[in-house]
């Protein structure tokens, strides 16, 4: 369930580990925070593994489904800095696509 204002986790304060997702659009991608600098002011984002489990053992069509965030090792390091807005943004490339701390999303837009 996604939280919104002040119960959203600080977006200004990110710690090692800590579950994350990036904004591309209307797509969700989920990362895992690897590394803050000093300064707090830049991390790095290692990219998470998603997979969709149901509920139950049945396998039946109309049982909610939820989903697995696993943190991979293996998984692309993006990085990313905190803007006068108070918002973590992508480095590195002309897109500034924005990172949401504190908890896993994942969503592809199936109209594109």
């Known amino acids: ?10 977006q200004d304060q990110a710690y ?15 990362y895992t925070v690897s590394g803050v600098s000093k300064s707090g002011k830049s991390i790095y984002l290692q990219a ?10 049945k396998g039946d069509l109309g049982s909610p489904q939820y989903s697995v965030f696993i943190p ?12 006068k807005d108070g918002v973590f943004r992508t480095t590195g490339s002309r897109v500034k696509c924005r990172v949401v701390l504190g908890e ?9």
């Open 48 to 57: 998470a593994k998603h997979r969709a489990a149901r509920r139950n053992d």
């Open 72 to 83: 991979d090792p293996t998984g692309e390091i993006i990085s990313a800095r905190l803007g």
């Open 16 to 30: 090692e580990g800590q579950p994350a997702y990036l904004c591309v659009g209307s797509d969700r991608y989920p």
């Open 104 to 112: 896993y999303d994942s969503y592809r837009d199936p109209s594109f």
């Open 1 to 10: 369930m996604r939280k919104f204002g002040k119960d959203r986790a600080p």
